[in-house]
């Protein structure tokens, strides 16, 4: 008997719906399209507190140019054998080895000699908040314009992004950075 209560309701609820006015149609589309604002806001801090490096960094940094200071006489004298040259990266390279003790000693000292010129352009590229390659690029040109006659030198290829060795000339000019003396022309008597 409970079944027959319950359909009997069920039946009554929808004939009652059927008879029921249909609801009316809400359109979904609009006459014009969505507008969508956003605001956006992004703060960027840039914080030192974090970084252990100051004292340390400074220790570092000074030990490494009395390290360079100290090695200045014996990169002379592989400069002045031809046994290194200065690359387009501000760095040395080994042009040839002698054989023996002297070889490993050049390796050594050309190997140390790059490490401290890498750490001292990595801080200048930090401080300065530039690329390192920026830095490297000036080193090249000032080791480049400072190179005495005989030093060998890696100069721009002939196509863009290629690089050539060249032996620095006994009579080019000055270098842009040292300053030339105007000294008066003496003056030559007219020719007749």
Known sequence: MHWHAETLILCAAAATLAACKQLPQIPITTPKPLEVNLNMRLDVYQYHGDEPQDKEALKHISEATERMRNRMA???TLRNNQLVSEDHRGLLQIREVPSGDWGAQVKKAVAAENE?????????????NRPLHEIEDEQWHL????????????VPGPTPGSFKWKRVEADSPPPV????????AIPTPPKP
């Open 74 to 76: 014996e990169i002379e």
């Open 177 to 184: 950075s040292q300053p030339t003396i105007n000294t008066p």
């Open 143 to 154: 080791r480049s314009e400072q190179a005495d006659a005989g030093d060998w030198i890696e």
């Open 116 to 128: 401290d010129r890498m750490l001292l352009m990595r801080q200048k590229a930090k401080e300065s």
